[in-house]
């Protein structure tokens, strides 16, 4: 049975669930019906972050772009350019047991690829979403909803994993940037071109 999340809540991962290694993050969304006319493109990425709170490398920043971590613990299964269909949009892969132990967050962010230009934001976006299940069964663990309190931001900091110990939480983020994947990667140390 999955736990519902709001806002700000945090949760043991790996205590309830000995022996979980392989997660698959889904995050899913709708777009509107009053939409801009142009195809919304959200993309999901995943900042996985050191001590300070920013990635040590570009390489630690997974997305369309990089879709794998060197050590393997984080790949992005690819970018889903219109969101169509029910379920997730988006999914990333978490093998706990490779994250790097100089790792202590993974935050996972959906930004709006574009915006600006499309004159797009997360207040056209409804029913966004974004859920924790384990691999070995198909179990979903965790779901967070982010309800519809967006307007102008154009990239969510939706979720993080982190260390607690030797075990993993997880922490339901829900936080809005203007500026879009730009601003997010300053804000987690990476250099954008």
Known sequence: MAINLSKGQKVDLTKGNPGLKNIMVGLGWDVNAFDSGTDFDLDAAAFMLGTNGKCPTDKEFVFY????HPSGAVNHMGDNLTGEGEGDDEQVQVDLSKVPANIEKIAFTVTIYDAETR???FG????AFIRLVDESNGAELIR???G?????ETAVVVGE????GVEWKFNAIGSGFQGGLSALCGHYGIEVA
């Open 65 to 68: 772009g990089n879709l794998s």
């Open 161 to 164: 994993l982190y260390r607690n």
């Open 144 to 146: 967070y909803d982010l």
């Open 148 to 152: 519809e309190d967006f307007s102008i």
């Open 119 to 121: 004159n797009q934001n």
């Open 124 to 127: 056209q976006v409804s029913n």
